[in-house]
């Protein structure tokens, strides 16, 4: 049954999942995630809407009562809160190595692919008496991307004639430049790019890429752009063979 005060999240899971969350973190990544969300979720932002924005404010506080009563039962002295590992979405897509301050230490720690926000990284013999640590992940926007649950957002400025008129747009994301057909009277304000999101891990699936189209004098031309390929592909070495 829906709780009255939530009419717009069914269950403190959806609630989590709302955030981009894949289960419960405290402090500054829960309140991260909600920035992000709450961002991503605004009427004029890429898949936004109002329902969206309502679902999404509404998810935050079903969270916020359901750990309050956790506030008060707390421990006289409760342990200091692991560190936040917080990551970019490049670092999320391609893994590497990142660095985290432990108290006064600053590590070098290596991260898989694959990484959401609200997954914990297992740091083994990391705390100061040699403990194992779990740091919450927080993937925070960077390089023109950001990411939400499983998938990634960008936007992409576009010449208005090409909107106008249609034609073949080239994005440039990060997995190299990829096509898409816009027809003309019938523009999407996102384009969804299969496989292109962050990259399946455990049980998380493969996410996408959402691709919002921005109107800008500024963008190349329809002609501007076919040029900008033509060259890409006939460079000085393959016209000479």
Not at 28 to 42: G, H, P, S, W, Y
Not at 132 to 147: D, E, I, M, Q, W
Request: hydrophobic content about 45%; overall charge positive; glycine content about 10%.
């Amino acid at each position: 049954m829906r709780a009255r005060s939530h009419p717009e999240v069914a269950s403190t899971r959806e609630a989590y999942a709302l955030l981009g969350l894949t289960g419960p973190v405290e402090g500054e990544a829960l309140t991260a995630a909600f920035r992000i969300a709450i961002k991503a979720a605004r009427p004029e932002a890429a898949g936004g809407s109002e329902a969206r924005f309502r679902q999404t404010i509404a998810a935050w506080r079903l969270i916020q009562r359901q750990t309050a009563p956790l506030a008060l039962a707390a421990p006289a002295a409760p342990p200091p809160a692991a560190p936040v590992l917080a990551i970019s979405p490049l670092d999320a897509l391609n893994g590497g190595a990142v660095e985290v301050r432990i108290g006064g230490r600053l590590l070098r720690v290596r991260v898989p692919a694959g990484l959401r926000t609200g997954e914990h990284l297992r740091l083994k013999a990391a705390g100061e008496d040699g403990a194992t640590l779990y740091l919450p992940v927080l993937v925070r926007g960077a390089h023109g991307l950001s990411a939400v649950g499983d998938d990634l957002y960008m936007t992409c400025p576009v010449s208005p004639r090409l909107l106008a008129d249609g034609g073949r747009l080239e994005v440039e994301t990060h997995a190299g430049p990829r096509s898409a057909w816009l027809v003309a009277g019938h523009q999407p304000l996102r384009l969804r790019l299969k496989g292109l999101g962050l990259p399946a891990r455990g049980g998380r699936p493969q996410g996408h890429l959402f691709v919002t189209l921005e109107p800008s004098e500024a963008a190349p031309s329809p002609a501007e752009d076919l040029l900008v390929r033509f060259t890409r592909v006939w460079t000085p070495d393959r016209l000479a063979a």
